[in-house]
Structure formats: C-alpha cells, structure tokens
T-cell receptor, first 114, second 114 residues
Framework: AQSVTQLDSQVPVFEEAPVELRCNYSSSVSVYLFWYVQYPNQGLQLLLKYLSGSTLVKGINGFEAEFNKSQTSFHLRKPSVHISDTAEYFCAVSGYSSASKIIFGSGTRLSIRP | DTEVTQTPKHLVMGMTNKKSLKCEQHMGHRAMYWYKQKAKKPPELMFVYSYEKLSINESVPSRFSPECPNSSLLNLHLHALQPEDSALYLC?????????????FGSGTQLSVL
C-alpha cells in the first residue's frame, strides 16, 4: 500500500518569491507521483506527473517537481509565484498496477501576498 | 472537448428528499469516479466505474447509489442523506480504465443537507 504526506498545511509567500511545497511518500513498490491544484470553487487539475525517466518533471503554469527516490520525496517548486497561484495543492501517489488507486495527500494551501 | 461537466453546481436538500447528481464527459474515457470532498480535506474516493461496470465501492452507505447509463454519463442518486453528507461531490474520468491514470475532474456539486 502507498501513502503520501504533505508536511505543510499552509504556505504563505510574497508575490514573485520562490516557493517549495513538500511531499513525501511511502511505498514498498515503485510508484507514480502526481501534483494536482484546486482553485477556489473548482475541481482538481493535474499540474504534473512522474511516471519514469528524468527525475525533474516540468508541468503547467511554470511549476516543476523533482523525484528523489532515496529521500522518497516529490517536492513541488516554482521560481516566482503570482497572485493567481493561490490555491490548494495536492500531492498524490499510486502503484504501477492498473488496479492501484490514486491516494491523495492532505493538501497544502498556498497563499500569495502582494 | 477535455471537460467533465457536473450538474447541478449547488444543491440543497432535506433529509427525506431524493435527488441526483449528474456527470458527463465526451473524451472517450473508460473509467469514471465519484469523490467526496469535505472543506479543507483531500478528495475521498467513493465509487469507480470501469467500462461501465462498478469496480470499486469504498464501503459507501447505501443512501448513495451510483449509476452509469453509458460510457459518457455517471449519476449519483441520493436518498435519505444526513447533514454530515454535506460536501463537495466531484466526478472524474480517466482514459484507459486504469485507476492510476491522470484524472480529469469536474467542478463539482456543492451539496448541503438540511
């Protein structure tokens, strides 16, 4: 079974500052990793995903994440945030099997200050 | 068309009412999902349909009854709900029927049970 931990429930940052949202996972097998974003009053939207290959994954809206197998982490980063990035961010994990469900972390609320 | 459409967007119902939530996608996806999301929490999986057959029921109370009339439509029938069932109900779909694929979410139905 897999699990995922998002260490920060809230991250406040100033506009144009860099940000890192932390995610750690636990699994006895190889995994797929995802970051989803949820804007207010919306469903979730995929930002990026790691399936295999290069450990640095680039996603939409200028976000990227790095898969670190030794530290079982998949932290999300953006070099310069905008007010429009204010949202809830969910890290998620699943196993390789097509029967594996996607397990979501508890979420990190990113709030951008002008 | 890369959208998952959910109706209604908001629903208020009494504990003795019967209502239905509807979800539609025209991306040719073969898996469809219902999630429940309480405020400031991650989505919780309720049901999965794969190739129009119910493949996962996460021990959801029988007052929630899913239905998949065809590959594009997913319904959630509600009857005799409790106030604690108030939440955002999200529909999602994925392409090949595997549960670990990228999920496409609708904007959700905000349900209030009085």
């Amino acid at each position: 079974a897999q699990s995922v931990t998002q260490l920060d429930s809230q991250v406040p940052v100033f506009e144009e500052a860099p940000v890192e949202l932390r995610c750690n996972y636990s699994s006895s097998v190889s995994v797929y990793l995802f970051w989803y974003v949820q804007y207010p009053n919306q469903g979730l939207q995929l930002l990026l995903k790691y399936l295999s290959g290069s450990t640095l994954v680039k996603g939409i809206n200028g976000f990227e994440a790095e898969f670190n197998k030794s530290q079982t982490s998949f932290h999300l980063r953006k070099p310069s945030v905008h007010i429009s990035d204010t949202a809830e961010y969910f890290c998620a994990v699943s196993g390789y099997s097509s029967a594996s469900k996607i397990i979501f972390g508890s979420g990190t609320r990113l709030s951008i200050r002008p | 068309d890369t959208e998952v459409t959910q109706t209604p967007k908001h629903l208020v119902m009494g504990m003795t009412n019967k209502k239905s939530l509807k979800c539609e996608q025209h991306m040719g996806h073969r898996a469809m999902y219902w999630y429940k999301q309480k405020a400031k929490k991650p989505p919780e999986l309720m049901f999965v349909y794969s190739y129009e057959k119910l493949s996962i029921n996460e021990s959801v109370p029988s007052r929630f009854s899913p239905e998949c009339p065809n590959s594009s439509l997913l319904n959630l029938h509600l009857h005799a709900l409790q106030p604690e069932d108030s939440a955002l109900y999200l529909c999602a779909s994925s392409g090949q029927g595997a549960r670990n694929e990228k999920l496409f979410f609708g904007s959700g139905t905000q349900l209030s049970v009085l």
